[in-house]
T-cell receptor
Framework: QQQVKQSPQSLIVQKGGISIINCAYE??????FPWYQQFPGKGPALLIAIRPDVSEKKEGRFTISFNKSAKQFSLHIMDSQPGDSATYFC?????????FGKGTRLHILP | EAQVTQNPRYLITVTGKKLTVTCSQN?????MSWYRQDPGLGLRQIYYSMNVEATDKGDVPEGYKVSRKEKRNFPLILESPSPNQTSLYFC?????????????FGQGTRLTVV
């Protein structure tokens, strides 16, 4: 019930393509769903986040789609660029608790 | 510049030798937490603190201690490190609301216990 399942573990996308990473959760108490981006040798940094009262949030080339009934959310990276190559973590939180997915290593081919 | 600072960045130690990893933030955040990152396991929360003198266990607290005597500092203490604590550690802070707001992470501490 506390898990956040993230897939795929790794992803290779051609430059200009769409990268899609999926997450699923079970606990309906979660009320904040952030995505963190981590470059090698760095700490994770918030990329984009959504709350369950909306179904989609877009910031530039990054979009979160949220399906409350299915308890799933996904990150879409449009026009993927080599600079997007990083590890991406989805997460779900409520109050003082946060659960991270296991991460997706994304590689964008030039 | 708003930041979370961890020290040291790299540490190699021997089994049983007590060590402390420091964490300091300059954003006046109430909430601070520690994570370990292991391949295939993602980020797992070790301990968190909602404010000064208020700490609580995360998902993997065994073998770790923390203290929060000042708002800006949240050290992680390994009283008797073991090889299974070899990992990449991150400290993070966020404002009121705990993890329901943006968390700012430090650069990480890579710990090897031999």
């Amino acid at each position: 019930q506390q898990q956040v399942k993230q897939s795929p573990q790794s992803l290779i996308v051609q430059k200009g393509g769409i990268s899609i990473i999926n997450c699923a959760y079970e606990n309906t108490a979660f009320d904040y769903f952030p995505w963190y981006q981590q470059f090698p040798g760095k700490g994770p940094a918030l990329l984009i986040a959504i709350r369950p009262d909306v179904s989609e949030k877009k910031e530039g080339r990054f979009t979160i789609s949220f399906n409350k009934s299915a308890k799933q959310f996904s990150l879409h990276i449009m026009d993927s660029q080599p600079g997007d190559s990083a590890t991406y973590f989805c997460a779900a939180s409520w109050n003082d608790k946060i659960i991270f997915g296991k991460g997706t290593r994304l590689h964008i081919l030039p | 510049e708003a930041q979370v600072t961890q020290n040291p960045r790299y540490l190699i130690t021997v089994t049983g030798k007590k060590l402390t990893v420091t964490c300091s933030q300059n954003m006046n955040h109430e909430y601070m937490s520690w994570y370990r990152q292991d391949p295939g396991l993602g980020l797992r929360q070790i301990y968190y603190s909602m404010n000064v003198e208020a700490t609580d266990k995360g998902d993997v607290p065994e073998g770790y201690k923390v203290s929060r005597k000042e708002k800006r500092n949240f050290p992680l203490i390994l009283e008797s490190p073991s090889p299974n604590q070899t990992s990449l550690y991150f400290c993070a802070s966020s404002s009121r609301g705990g993890m329901n707001t943006e968390a700012f992470f430090g650069q990480g501490t890579r710990l090897t216990v031999v």
